[in-house]
């Protein structure tokens, strides 16, 4: 079945340290997003990726890093600049030109120790 | 810039109907999108509405005027298991922004 594969599911990280969320899509969607919810909050975007070989910061990309040298693949990373990194992340995916919505990952629970 | 507002939490019994509503200031956007959201789980898309007026999907519907700046989700014959959390969602050029999430609780 197609879909989005997110890993680790959960990930605990040192301060200082940075760390690598996978997302891999089976989809064939051109389009992928990451995501970041903090607890009782809405959806905020950190990055994004319409094509290969390309990406565009969001609204919160400070503090992250992203690549995109695979269709199917755009990790981030959360670097150690990014001073409140305990959060859930969300990879989401669209085929280009589509509108009405998102195909999900599972996420990954990232919290700082 | 965008801004899109819902209320925090709606309580109501199993068999009921539910109206979240969502409002929005924006310059400019495709379509207004739905999403449900339970504990520890990933948003799933729910419905989305390009034109103005109601698209209704089984025991959902969504509804969007322009004009008015607004749209809702109408959740009727409530079930336990529709307690979740419920996002609006504009799409601004292949983006979505988000609103904080309406909190439903089911009561039996």
């Known amino acids: 079945d197609g879909g989005i594969t997110q890993s680790p599911k959960y990930l605990f990280r040192k301060e200082g340290q940075n760390v690598t969320l996978s997302c891999e899509q089976n989809?064939?969607?051109?389009?992928m997003y990451w995501y970041r919810q903090d607890p009782g909050q809405g959806l905020r975007l950190i990055y994004y990726s319409q094509i290969v070989n390309d990406f565009q910061k969001g609204d919160i990309a400070e503090g992250y890093s992203v690549s995109r040298e695979k269709k199917e693949s755009f990790p981030l990373t959360v670097t150690s600049a990014q001073k409140n990194p305990t959060a859930f992340y969300l990879c989401?995916?669209?085929?280009?030109?589509?509108?009405?919505?998102?195909?999900f990952g599972s996420g990954t629970r990232l919290t700082v120790v | 810039g965008q801004s899109l507002e819902q209320p925090s939490e709606v309580t109501a019994v199993e068999g009921a109907i539910v109206q979240i509503n969502c409002t929005y200031q924006?310059?400019?956007?495709?379509?207004l999108s739905w999403y449900q959201q339970h504990d520890g789980g990933a948003p799933t898309f729910l419905s989305y509405n390009a034109l103005d007026g109601l698209e209704e999907t089984g025991r959902f519907s969504s509804f969007l005027s322009r004009s008015d700046s607004y749209g809702y989700l109408l959740l009727q014959e409530l079930q336990m298991k529709d307690s979740a959390s419920y996002f609006c969602?504009?799409?601004?050029?292949?983006?979505?922004?988000f609103g904080a999430g309406t909190q439903v609780v089911v009561t039996p």
């Open positions: 989401a995916s669209t085929p280009q030109g589509e509108f009405y919505g998102y195909t």
């Open positions: 924006t310059s400019g956007f495709y379509g």
């Open positions: 969602a504009v799409n601004i050029w292949g983006k979505f922004q």
């Open positions: 989809l064939n969607h051109d389009a």
